[in-house]
């Protein structure tokens, strides 16, 4: 008898689910938008051979990239004596991922902007690792745990359809059978990572619209919000632009006809995140709006990784 193939999960209507969760799901802070966002980049990062496979993802890897994400937003804010509200429990209960961050933070550079998320792992690497540890256990407890739980018969009802949940808060036996690690059911790997370009900026508006409707007061009066959560200082952006011209000259990176007015990022910061220099070009504002969050043909990112330091 032949056996039967694997079916693939269809990457529109697990993106739908996935959105709907997001959007139905109960929502008291941001720690779901930033563990789904630590899990499509993961699978970005590692898409198996096998497209119907599933994947074994580390939970600790998922703690490096939600402490990755919170490492900006756990600054003071520039208009306040305190970082913005991530909860709409905070008064009552402090968010133990956030109090984590904050923690390793204020070891390597005393809880002032300056040092990367990368440099602390080195710098205070036991202080790090001790983070990661406690980082990774709440994510199990909670978010993991009820990230696929959507409203059903008056209460909340798991979908289960991008991985087994019911061990998250059981017997310590059953945590211990899992040795760390969530599987991702077959073929949704290769899904969330072909999904990561629809997936990646939702999250973004949804955390961004989050934060705002906790911070009101403060939100109203700042124009970048986005760009504070996220690192993405449109300031900073204005001076690499007038270093790449000095280095470059003028003429959009792409068309090599127009002058450049943008900085661009090669690889699309929507599927990236990568924010260093080699990723980073000048372009016109025809160029950058053709390209948008499509990737680049390859002869672009060759371009640009072989340019002169």
């Not at 096998?50 to 600790?60: F, G, M, Q, S, T």
């Not at 760390?180 to 939702?202: C, D, E």
């Amino acid at each position: 008898m032949a056996k039967r193939s694997r079916k693939l999960p269809d990457p529109l209507d697990l993106g739908e689910r996935v959105i709907a969760i997001l959007q139905q799901g109960q929502k008291l802070s941001t720690y779901k938008l930033a563990t789904l966002w630590a899990l499509v980049d993961y699978c970005l990062a590692n898409v198996p051979n096998d497209p119907k496979a599933p994947l074994d993802v580390p939970i600790e890897a998922l703690a490096d990239g939600v402490m990755r994400l919170y490492w900006q937003q756990v600054l003071e804010f520039p208009t306040t004596a305190k970082r913005l509200q991530q909860s709409s429990q905070e008064d009552k209960k402090p968010l133990a991922i956030l109090t984590q961050v904050e923690r390793l933070r204020a070891v390597v550079d005393g809880g002032q902007p300056g040092i990367s998320f990368g440099s602390a792992q080195v710098k205070a690497e036991k202080q790090y690792k001790r983070a990661r540890s406690a980082v990774a256990t709440t994510l199990r407890r909670y978010p993991l745990a009820l990230l696929q739980r959507l409203p059903s018969g008056g209460g909340h009802a798991s979908q289960q359809f991008l991985y087994d949940d019911r061990w998250m808060n059981g017997s310590k036996e059953d945590v211990a059978a899992h040795h760390g690690m969530v599987r991702l059911k077959p073929g949704v790997a290769t899904a969330l990572a072909r999904l990561s370009g629809l997936l990646i900026p939702t999250i973004n508006v949804l955390w961004v619209e989050k934060v705002q409707d906790l911070n009101r007061a403060v939100s109203e009066n700042v124009p970048d919000f986005e760009g504070y959560l996220f690192g993405r200082d449109r300031t900073a952006l204005k001076r690499v632009g007038d270093a790449l011209k000095k280095a470059y000259g003028v003429k959009c990176f792409y068309c090599h006809k127009r002058i450049a007015t943008e900085v661009d990022h090669v690889l699309p910061w929507s599927r990236s995140h990568i924010d260093s220099l080699a990723n980073l070009v000048q372009g016109c504002r025809p160029c950058n709006t053709n390209k948008s969050g499509l990737l680049p043909v390859p002869k672009h990112v060759k371009a640009a990784l072989e340019r002169e330091d």
